[in-house]
């Protein structure tokens, strides 16, 4: 893996985690609200589980291989 490249796993990896954590808020604000929409919430909750794919994804590439 370049330099280029490992750059910008990690930019993409910080943006992914910043979009994980403001699904998370808007996670908790939709279930404070009496009578929020829980198909929404649902589909918030799904979207932030492909993000945590793609983060464990992306750590596990910039994770150099170790054999024991």
Known sequence: M???EEMELRTQLARLRQEHRDL???IEALQD???SDLIQVQRLKK???VLRDR???IE???TP???A
Do not use: H, M, S
């Open 2 to 4: 370049t330099a280029d």
């Open 24 to 26: 998370d808020t808007a």
């Open 33 to 35: 609200v009496p009578g």
């Open 47 to 49: 979207r932030k589980l």
């Open 55 to 57: 983060i464990t994804f």
């Open 60 to 62: 596990d590439q910039l």
């Open 65 to 67: 291989d170790i054999i």
